[in-house]
């Protein structure tokens, strides 16, 4: 039997998670829990809550989104961490995501395709009403903690091997070479960049009254991949050579920030930053640099995710048309 679990990783206090979210949801609050968010301001703090928001517990942890620092892909951490932290998303450690996905089976399998939405709770296609959103995925290969991460916009050694960038935020044209990332069965992903008229290419999204709804994560312009087959506890994703940029995986970002001096721009110039392009399809004893990007290749009983997210709201009033769907294959 196969099954989906949307859960908690970790309390905002280090307290133990709650192993699913079944019959609750997160709800996105402003300073307190229960307060509001300012139209086009990004949440300060996450709660377990009702699907209106009106019955909240569990501060967990919070990641938020932040829009004015380059070279983008910045956030700022709470909960876990306690003080606030102004970091790179590549210096959240995967057991403080906001949000854990875990794909459970009665046998050993390998997934593959896995994708996350942003949708109305109606139909996945459409997007959620009212409320922009920023996902990215979280890997911590390397172990490297958030205050390696150094100051805002300052290159580290913290090279996290999800996404160094939100998908939903225009990503910045002079520095990825490409703004898609393709997973291993040859789906492509596409996010805007910050020299396009939009970030989201959902027509519906584009031509919305409220200017700017269209740099969110929904509908049929933005679909985040997330990598395959991470194993429990992302297991499936450790590699012994990963800090030298030679073992079986590759940073997912190494697809979309290809460039090594780009990639420097992120995490200082030291060799163990450096992967090269990760797009590049140009086979080498068996396999292309493209082949060490896709995650993990092995077998499990469970497969687990950490994503971050972060929401403002495009109008006033809670938001119920709102809700997270992930899909895969299994084999």
Partial sequence: MAEIKFQLLKNADGTAALGTLSGSGLAFYGATGGSSVQIGAYQSTT???NADGSDYDDETNNIK????????GQCEIAGSYGTAQNIGLSGVKSMHGTLGIEFGHTTE???????LRIYDRNNVNNPASGVNTKVAELV???GSTYNSQGADGASSDAVGSGDCLWWGEPWPAELVSKNYYTNSTGVVFYNGL??????NGDIRLSTAAVAGSYDTVGG???IVPLLDSPGSGQQGLASSEIVSGTGMAWPKW???LTNTSNQDTFFGTSGEQQFGDGSNTVKSAGLANIDKTYGGTGVSTHHTWSVALSASPLSTGSKEDYGIYVSLEYL
Wanted: charged share 10%; aromatic share 16%.
């Fill in 109 to 115: 399998v390998k997934v593959q395709n896995c994708q």
């Fill in 194 to 199: 910050d020299s396009a008229t939009n970030t």
């Fill in 65 to 72: 989104y932040r829009s004015e620092v380059f070279p983008s």
């Fill in 47 to 49: 709660y377990v809550a």
């Fill in 254 to 256: 190494t697809q979309y």
């Fill in 220 to 222: 049929t312009g933005i």
């Fill in 140 to 142: 911590n290969w390397n």
